[in-house]
């Protein structure tokens, strides 16, 4: 076969369809999305079936080989046995995409794999692309394809209406998220459910509704990142195009963590290698279901802050000052109301109210439309605040007060988000502006839209090194304290001075020559957690302490004879950091920054970016530490240190670029203190090729 386009043009805008496997019976599966089609697509419409000449009063095929013609998009409700034979035959037809509906495929075993595996092949070399199998379709509102079984809540009309693009790898929840967002008033353009991806990734599906104009943002449920790749890409393209990426990205428990020796390699789940992708490719996540559908819904609206002060408005005291809670849990700024805007505000609300923010404008002034309206220009235009939540309107005057909304939001081009429940809640999202129904996710849709304004507002990033940075070899070895150090150094990583020896004589000569007091340590080929098996001894002062922590290693680590150790220069005060970095069998390399010492795991403070690491990402990767407070006050790093610290990260991203054969790397702890960074101990983990 002779490979055909790969775009995914025939899936979403298709110029015929056909169902293989249609059913007369609407509420079957084969029915189902056949009675859709003939409901909804403008199209030459196809069915087969191998028992009837018409279903549904529509004319049917017996086969693939007796349809007129080969159809753009082929949708399968047929069992999985039937599935590979007529995924060949549609191949041979010409037709250009499939939907594969049938489980019982690699998620079944080996049979199931083995046919999985016969799709990809027949999709590669025709070019046919393929979603699923074992997944609930597709629907492209545009066009009026509905191909999917999933119910339907509402009437679902065919719209050329820009709105949201959903991609889920799972038909359940991609189904729960369309209706999730129609609740809340936001159209939905296209949902794409990708199942098993023997052909199509989810990453595709995101990189192709990316492109499309009438999709404004999409929406994504994710579990495995099986084509980072084209996620990326479509990451940095969607950001370009300011059409917002909002990822619920399911795995983030540590129980999905791989085995690793160094504490780099524990630290570094397979979610943190997820979220520094989703951080590199400018995507947002959700923490939640719900954040998923209303951090898109603020987003969608296509307005993003030039700043971090946000004016509450709220006829509620106590709703205002949780909203002024999360926001400030997020980061943002609450500024005071300037002299000017209160005084406006102050001569239209009562006595009991509140002119400065968060703005407590009571119910008395929604009562009040024209009122209402005054304080709304007021603070809406006061230059002070780039952003405005509208938390609460009263019912007896909603429209007159959603129309002076969306009046006064015209005079800018800064974010106002509502935050109002109930049936009132759609009606605001489907007028344009922004609705969120719970006032805390109304602030964290605020935070979100810093986050994505800052995103777009950074300079162009090095693509990360993916699959050609990915881990090769099967096995490995820790290099030895010389090995290691020789290649920290050769990446201007500063070391502590320390020499490297194997019996007690040696040990003392070393110590004479470092100076005391002076730190005894197990060579790291030797044991890779030191302190687990008492190979660490910390202010050493003479000889005789010298020979007994020698001995003492020696017995712990269960050698006879010589044992290799580390006489190292102690080393002042200073804060504790970590420095690693790991490579990933999917994403290729990352380096980490984090609170050190032996409580680095149970501290668990730790921020990650996918190699090549500039200054600045090393800089936001600190500033971010502790909410923000390592970097903040007269305790924390200064600005110096900053930069200190930030050049051994970018360091170490350089030697993971440039060491393909390192699979880990961890300076702990990195001490901090007033002559710079210095690391005090190293692991290099390398991997041996497999032959």
Same mark, same amino acid.
């Given at each position: 076969m /002779?490979?055909?386009?790969?775009?995914?043009?025939a899936?979403?805008?298709p110029?015929?369809?056909?169902?293989i496997?249609?059913?007369?019976?609407?509420t079957?599966i084969?029915?189902?999305?056949?009675?859709?089609?003939?409901?909804?697509?403008?199209?030459?419409?196809?069915?087969?079936?191998?028992?009837?000449?018409?279903?549904?009063?529509?004319?049917?095929?017996?086969?693939?080989?007796?349809?007129?013609?080969?159809?753009?998009?082929?949708?399968?409700?047929?069992?999985?046995?039937?599935?590979?034979?007529?995924?060949?035959?549609?191949?041979?037809?010409?037709?250009?995409?499939?939907i594969?509906?049938?489980?019982?495929?690699?998620?079944?075993?080996a049979?199931?794999?083995?046919?999985q595996?016969r799709?990809?092949t027949?999709?590669?070399?025709s070019?046919?692309?393929?979603?699923?199998?074992?997944?609930?379709?597709?629907?492209?509102?545009?066009?009026g394809?509905?191909?999917t079984?999933?119910?339907?809540?509402?009437?679902?009309?065919?719209?050329a209406?820009?709105?949201?693009?959903?991609?889920?790898?799972s038909?359940?929840?991609?189904?729960?998220?369309?209706?999730?967002?129609?609740?809340?008033?936001?159209?939905?353009?296209?949902?794409?459910?990708?199942?098993?991806e023997?052909d199509?990734?989810?990453?595709?599906?995101?990189?192709a509704l990316?492109?499309?104009?009438?999709v404004?943002?999409?929406?994504?449920?994710?579990?495995?990142?099986?084509?980072p790749?084209v996620?990326?890409?479509?990451?940095?393209?969607a950001?370009?195009?300011g059409?917002?990426?909002?990822a619920?990205?399911?795995g983030?428990?540590?129980?999905?963590?791989?085995?690793a020796?160094?504490?780099?390699?524990?630290?570094?789940?397979?979610?943190?290698?997820?979220q520094?992708?989703?951080?590199r490719a400018?995507?947002?996540?959700?923490?939640?279901?719900?954040?998923?559908v /209303?951090? #898109?819904a603020?987003?969608?609206?296509?307005?993003?802050?030039t700043?971090?002060?946000v004016?509450?408005?709220?006829?509620s005291?106590g709703?205002?000052?949780?909203?002024?809670?999360?926001?400030?849990?997020?980061?943002?700024?609450?500024?005071?109301?300037?002299?000017?805007?209160?005084?406006?505000?102050?001569?239209?609300?009562?006595?009991?109210?509140?002119?400065?923010?968060?703005?407590?404008?009571?119910?008395?002034?929604?009562?009040?439309?024209?009122?209402?309206?005054?304080?709304?220009?007021?603070?809406? #235009?006061?230059?002070?605040?780039?952003?405005?939540?509208?938390?609460?309107?009263a019912?007896?005057?909603?429209?007159?007060?959603?129309?002076?909304?969306?009046?006064?939001?015209?005079?800018?081009?800064?974010p106002?988000?509502?935050?109002?429940?109930?049936?009132?809640?759609?009606?605001?999202?489907?007028?344009?502006?922004?609705?969120?129904?719970?006032?805390?996710?109304?602030?964290?849709?605020?935070?979100?839209?810093?986050?994505?304004?800052?995103?777009?507002?950074?300079p162009?990033?090095? #693509?990360?090194?993916?699959?050609?940075?990915?881990?090769?070899?099967? /096995?490995?070895?820790t290099?030895?304290?010389?090995?290691?150090?020789?290649?920290?150094?050769?990446?201007?990583?500063?070391?502590?001075?320390?020499?490297?020896?194997?019996?007690?004589?040696?040990?003392?000569?070393?110590?004479? #020559?470092?100076g005391?007091?002076?730190?005894?340590?197990?060579?790291p080929?030797?044991?890779?957690?030191?302190?687990?098996?008492?190979?660490?001894?910390?202010?050493?002062?003479?000889?005789?302490?010298?020979?007994?922590?020698?001995?003492?290693?020696r017995?712990?680590s269960?050698?006879?004879?010589?044992v290799?150790?580390?006489?190292?220069?102690?080393?002042?005060?200073?804060?504790?950091?970590?420095?690693?970095?790991?490579?990933?069998?999917?994403?290729?390399?990352?380096?980490?920054?984090?609170?050190?010492?032996?409580?680095?795991?149970?501290?668990?403070?730790?921020?990650?970016?996918?190699?090549?690491?500039?200054?600045?990402?090393?800089?936001r990767?600190?500033?971010?530490?502790?909410?923000?407070?390592? /970097?903040?006050?007269?305790?924390?790093?200064d600005?110096?240190?900053?930069?200190?610290?930030g050049?051994?990260?970018?360091?170490?991203?350089?030697?993971?670029?440039?060491?393909?054969?390192?699979i880990?790397?961890?300076?702990?702890?990195?001490?901090?203190?007033e002559?710079?960074?210095?690391?005090?101990?190293?692991?290099?983990?390398?991997?041996r090729?497999d032959?």
């Open positions: /002779t490979p055909r386009g790969r775009n995914l043009d899936l979403f805008a110029a015929s369809v056909a169902v496997g249609a059913s007369d019976n609407p079957r084969g029915g189902r999305v056949l009675a859709r089609f003939l409901d909804n697509f403008a199209g030459p419409i196809y069915a087969v079936n191998a028992n009837r000449d018409t279903v549904q009063g529509h004319p049917a095929a017996r086969s693939i080989a007796d349809l007129p013609a080969a159809p753009d998009l082929a949708v399968l409700a047929l069992p999985a046995d039937l599935v590979p034979d007529a995924i060949d035959e549609l191949a041979a037809s010409g037709c250009r995409a499939a594969v509906f049938s489980s019982g495929f690699a998620e079944s075993g049979e199931g794999r083995a046919m595996d799709l990809r027949v999709a590669s070399e070019g046919m692309r393929i979603i699923g199998p074992n997944c609930v379709g597709t629907m492209s509102i545009p066009s394809v509905l191909a079984f999933a119910d339907l809540q509402t009437d679902v009309a065919p719209s209406e820009p709105g949201v693009g959903i991609v889920s790898q038909g359940a929840l991609g189904s729960v998220f369309f209706h999730a967002a129609q609740a809340l008033g936001l159209h939905v353009s296209y949902m794409c459910t990708t199942g098993n023997a199509v990734s989810a990453a595709e599906a995101i990189a990316v492109e499309r104009p009438d404004q943002s999409v929406m994504v449920y994710l579990e495995a990142l099986s084509d790749e996620l990326y890409a479509a990451g940095r393209r950001l370009e195009l059409k917002p990426i909002v619920l990205k399911a983030a428990s540590d129980s999905g963590a791989r085995a020796a160094s504490h780099s390699g524990s630290l570094a789940a397979p979610d943190r290698f997820a520094a992708l989703l951080d400018g995507i947002m996540r959700a923490s939640s279901p719900v954040e998923l /209303t951090v #898109t603020a987003l969608s609206s296509g307005r993003f802050p700043g971090d002060r004016a509450v408005m709220t006829l005291g709703v205002g000052i949780m909203i002024a809670d999360a926001l400030d849990a997020g980061g943002l700024s609450l500024p005071r109301t300037c002299e000017e805007t209160a005084r406006r505000i102050e001569k239209l609300i009562p006595d009991y109210g509140s002119a400065q923010n968060p703005i407590d404008y009571t119910a008395n002034a929604v009562n009040d439309p024209a009122g209402f309206a005054e304080i709304l220009d007021a603070v809406v #235009t006061d230059d002070d605040f780039d952003m405005v939540i509208v938390s609460g309107l019912m007896g005057t909603f429209d007159e007060n959603l129309a002076a909304i969306k009046r006064v939001r015209d005079k800018v081009t800064k106002v988000v509502l935050s109002v429940s109930g049936p009132n809640s759609v009606i605001v999202n489907r007028r344009g502006i922004p609705c969120v129904p719970d006032a805390v996710h109304a602030a964290n849709a605020m935070v979100a839209l810093k986050t994505y304004a800052d995103l777009r507002a950074r162009p990033v090095e #693509t990360p090194q993916l699959s050609e940075g990915r881990s090769r070899g099967s /096995t490995h070895r290099l030895s304290a010389d090995e290691t150090r020789t290649l920290l150094s050769r990446f201007t990583i500063p070391v502590v001075p320390e020499i490297g020896v194997v019996d007690e004589a040696g040990a003392v000569q070393a110590a004479e #020559t470092v005391y007091p002076v730190a005894v340590k197990l060579d080929a030797v044991a890779e957690h030191k302190t687990e098996v008492g190979g660490i001894r910390l202010d050493v002062r003479n000889p005789a302490e010298v020979r007994t922590a020698v001995a003492d290693m017995a712990a269960g050698v006879t004879g010589e290799r150790v580390v006489i190292q220069q102690m080393v002042g005060r200073g804060l504790e950091l970590t420095v690693g970095a790991i490579r990933d069998s999917t994403l290729g390399p990352a380096v980490l920054v984090g609170l050190g010492g032996v409580m680095v795991e149970t501290l668990n403070e730790i921020e990650m970016s996918l190699v090549p690491v500039s200054h600045a990402d090393a800089e990767m600190l500033r971010k530490l502790c909410g923000g407070r390592l /970097t903040a006050g007269s305790r924390g790093l600005d110096a240190a900053v930069k200190a610290v050049d051994v990260i970018v360091a170490v991203s350089s030697l993971m670029a440039q060491c393909a054969d390192v880990e790397v961890d300076v702990n702890p990195l001490i901090v203190g002559l710079g960074p210095v690391a005090v101990d190293g692991l290099v983990r390398v991997a090729p032959v």
